[in-house]
Each structure stands twice: as C-alpha cells, then as structure tokens.
C-alpha cells in the first residue's frame, strides 16, 4: 500500500491535497468521518458509520440485490458492513429461486404433456454433452422491469448464456437470444454453433 504524505490546504477549504510517492497529487475531502479519524474518536466514528448505513433503507437494499447486484457490490457502494447487507438478502434470494423455478416449470408447449423449460433446456444441454446440474439459473428484476431469468453453462469453448424475459402475472415467457429460443423452443430449432 503506498503512502500518501499531507502536502496542503486545498483553496477551497475543504480538502486536503496529498502526494503519493511517485509525485502524483491526490485531493481528499474533508468530512466529520475523517475529523473522527484524525481525533481517534471511535465512538464517533461507529455512530457515523451506523448513521450511514441507516442511511440506505432496507428496501433500497434488497431493490439493489433484486436487480443482480451481489451482497459484496452492494456493500461496497454504499459503504455498509457485508453483514449489514446480507440481513436482508434472505427475502431476494428466495423470491429469485422461486422465479427460476416458475421459469423452469413452464410448458411453452400447448400440450398438457409437452415438456417443461426445465426439461428443454436439459435435453438440448445433453446434446452438446453439457449436465443439465452444471447450469446456473439466476433471476433479477430491475424497479419496474420484467424478471430476466439467465442460465449460464460451459459448452464448447467457454462459457454461454441463455436469457428470457417473464412475467409472473401472465406467465409469458420470453426469448431474449438465440441461445434461450435453441433451448426453449418448441419447434426443435437446429443447434446453434458452438462458436455463433
């Protein structure tokens, strides 16, 4: 870790201007948590941070974690202990498991005996030698936009994803790619190249 050294005021007032090493110059704004820092005022600086993380509402959390975002990115940009983040997540999790589940489930064929996604996407998977268990199933859903359910599986030179759109109140279910209408279609499509 490189050190920075203190070189002046900044104009303004109210930041720090410092020096790496290397000369290049770095400005730091000066804020109560830094005032604490430099006091060593640890109950100060507890009662910011809990300050901050009441800051962000439990609902903007899990909207965050809802659209994809990890445990750890939501952390870091809003500047909250991981297991702050992950009290929430409980709740996300499952209704993204339950989606992914609704999603396999579906039968886009008309028949009462056509197979479901979950078992299309296995059998054209066992074509191309990929196991049906290997495939990680993801959904998210960003305020006020459709789930978008992902499958991601290795198969021939790397790594390939599938996506869809769904609706949970129709139950409409969408391709995104040509990789999910391959794998979800009902018309048999032919195998898409393993490099297309």
Do not use: C, K
């Not at 993380?53 to 939501?74: F, K, Y």
């Not at 009290?87 to 056509?114: I, K, M, T, W």
């Not at 990789?179 to 018309?187: I, M, P």
């Amino acid at each position: 870790m490189d050190e920075l050294e203190l070189v002046r005021l900044h104009e303004d007032g109210e930041h720090l201007v410092l020096r790496a090493t290397g000369g290049a110059q770095f400005v730091l704004p000066i804020t109560e948590a830094l005032r604490a820092a430099v006091r060593r005022d640890r109950p100060h600086l507890e009662h910011l941070r809990a300050e901050g993380e009441r800051n962000l509402a439990p609902r903007e959390i899990q909207a965050r974690l809802r659209a994809g975002d990890s445990v750890e990115a939501v952390a870091e940009a809003a500047g909250l202990g991981v297991e702050h983040v992950r009290r929430f997540a409980g709740p996300v999790v499952a209704e993204q498991e339950y989606v992914v589940e609704r999603v396999r489930g579906l039968r886009p064929g008309h028949d009462e005996d056509s197979p479901t996604v979950g078992e299309l996407v296995a059998q054209r998977l066992a074509a191309r030698d990929v196991d049906a268990a290997a495939v990680a199933w993801t959904a998210a859903r960003a305020h006020g936009s459709p789930w978008v359910v992902t499958a991601t599986f290795e198969a021939g030179t790397g790594e390939r994803t599938a996506r869809w759109t769904y609706d949970p109140a129709t139950r409409a279910l969408q391709a995104l790619d040509d990789e999910a209408r391959w794998l979800s279609g009902t018309d048999a499509p032919r195998d898409p190249a393993p490099g297309a």
